[in-house]
């Protein structure tokens, strides 16, 4: 039951009306006939979606609907229940006119937006299928004639993905004092040959009929504890080698900033696996690619940093006192055409023959590289190497005292992450449960480490911002002078951080912490 309608699949060709009139009356004992048939309508349903399919994963639908000259946005539970509805288009032209892919802000303000916003965040909606029905209703008349449901038989051709036919769907909608005739309907055309329930959403059927997987996962594999470990490093690695293929259209588009920020992480875990587990593939391999990920990583990092500004920048902007928002729009504005340029140079690198050779070459590589069955097995590279980062930030952070400058923090925070890659990239060979357990302490010392490393980062960059718009003539006294009181908030929170950070370490290097690690390791070589 969806919003008071019953729903079902007629199994019979797909483009056929078929004839339900004989199941309504036979099945009720002709106390129920059927009208004549309606006019049929012509409906355009576009399914969107964000690009890691974060609705559908949240068990949500939303989909433009077109028809009789209007344009709506419906969102629906996993029930199949509307939950919000907002006008998008008109036959006159008015309303919002969203063009796909786009951001939240393209939707019109209103209970819509609202209920996507904590699941869709910094995400762009896109296309994830589109289909034409042709609708033909009909009314339910009891022994008086009177109406007391309504059907609607929706024959949908699906055009994207993939060009094809679904199975005529038939929906039995209740009126208001009708409902126990209505029910009778329902349990007629269920009890009918040929009449099944249905099941799924029309996206559902959409994605089903066009022979489409949803929500696809990229960057993962599970790997087994026996593999040899150049065979594990290869499927890793062309794991990661999917993610940063499949986000570089969206980057180069610039559809929005999720996509840089995936890609850039595939890379950096690239950069990561070469570095700490690289000598387990076969001759120079790791060292020959390893310089042309650095490129790759270089080439993503100005655009990242100023997207991390941009996407702040409100929140930045909102801890101010002596300063106005009003009074950082140049800031903001400068910001938004270096990130303009940085992208142009980002999204020339990506289309680049250098970038086309590394990465099909690298597939190759890889590919041959699966069909060694060499050892060491893969979970005793696991344990080695994590043992060994494990070793590594401990004697980093056990060399942090008062005085210690803000780069030996930066050179743990290094370590950690090293360590945390190392976790991450054979996380499959061990318990769900039992890893989280084993990072928590790591976790905690990240977070505060990023903290006090970003601050100090970012204090510094606004002081090269001011000079450069200063020397362009481009801020006012007063941007510059709100940029001010913004690193010295920054200084605050780097110090705060600080202070945390003794305690957040301790609790890592504890003989518990330490131990859950040890144990997590063993036990997949057992």
């Not at 008015?94 to 939707?107: D, E, K, N, R, T």
């Not at 087994?224 to 062309?238: C, G, K, R």
């Not at 054979?426 to 449960?433: A, R, V, W």
């Not at 302490?441 to 606004?462: H, N, P, W």
Request: charged share 25%; aromatic share 6%; net charge positive.
């Amino acid at each position: 039951m969806r919003n008071g309608s019953t729903e079902f699949v007629l199994d019979c060709d797909p483009g056929a009306w078929p004839d339900v009139a004989g199941a309504v009356s036979e099945g009720t004992g002709s106390t129920f006939s059927l009208s004549a048939n309606g006019p049929v309508r012509r409906v355009r349903r576009t399914w969107l979606d964000t690009f890691d399919w974060r609705l559908y994963r949240a068990g949500l639908a939303l989909e433009q609907v077109a028809a009789s000259g209007r344009t709506e946005l419906v969102l629906t539970g996993r029930d199949g229940d509307r939950l919000a509805v907002a006008q998008v288009g008109s036959v006159n032209g008015s309303g919002h006119q969203a063009q796909w892919p786009a951001l939240l802000g393209a939707l019109p303000p209103g209970p819509l937006r609202e209920m996507l916003e904590p699941v869709v965040g910094v995400r762009a909606l896109t296309p994830v299928a589109k289909a034409t029905s042709r609708v033909r209703e009909q009314r339910v008349l009891n022994s008086d004639a009177k109406t007391v449901a309504r059907l609607a038989i929706d024959q949908m051709s699906v055009n994207y993905p993939a060009r094809a036919l679904t199975a005529p769907r038939l929906a039995v909608s209740e009126l208001r004092g009708y409902q126990a005739q209505a029910g009778r309907v329902g349990s007629a055309l269920a009890a009918a040959p040929g009449i099944r329930p249905g099941g799924g959403s029309g996206l559902d059927a959409a994605l089903a009929a066009s022979g489409t997987e949803p929500a696809p996962r990229t960057g993962a594999i599970q790997l087994t504890a026996s593999w040899p470990a150049a065979v594990a490093m290869a499927a890793i690695l062309t794991a990661l080698l999917d993610a940063i293929e499949a986000n570089v259209r969206g980057t180069v588009r610039d559809i929005d900033t999720e996509f840089l920020h995936d890609l850039r992480v595939a890379v950096r875990r690239t950069r990561s696996a070469l570095k700490l587990a690289g000598p387990a593939l076969p001759g120079d391999l790791a060292a020959r690619y390893a310089p042309e990920f650095k490129w790759l990583g270089d080439l993503t990092t100005p655009t990242r940093d100023l997207d991390v500004y941009l996407l702040g920048f409100d929140q930045m902007t909102s801890g101010l006192v002596a300063a106005t928002g009003e009074e950082l729009t140049p800031f903001r504005q400068y910001l938004e055409r270096t990130r303009t340029t940085a992208h142009r140079e980002l999204a020339r690198g990506l289309r680049s023959a250098r970038f086309a050779r590394l990465t099909g070459r690298w597939r190759d590589e890889l590919a041959a590289v699966r069909a060694t069955r060499k050892r060491p097995a893969v979970a005793e590279l696991a344990a080695k190497q994590i043992a060994i980062a494990q070793r590594r930030a401990l004697r980093a952070g056990q060399r942090i005292t008062a005085a210690s400058p803000a780069s030996d923090l930066h050179d743990l925070r290094k370590r950690c992450k090293e360590l945390r890659y190392l976790l991450e990239m054979f996380g499959s060979l061990y318990d769900p449960e039992q890893r989280w357990r084993a990072v928590r302490e790591l976790k905690a010392l990240q977070d505060c480490l990023g903290s006090f490393q970003d601050a100090e980062v970012q204090r510094t960059e606004i002081h090269a911002f001011a000079d450069r718009m200063l020397a362009a003539r481009s801020a006012p006294a007063a941007t510059l002078l709100a940029m001010g009181e913004i690193a010295a908030g920054l200084a605050m929170g780097q110090r705060q951080a600080r202070m945390e950070f003794d305690g957040r370490f301790a609790a890592f290097a504890s003989q518990a912490s330490q131990a859950r690690l040890t144990a997590l390791t063993q036990a997949a070589g057992t």
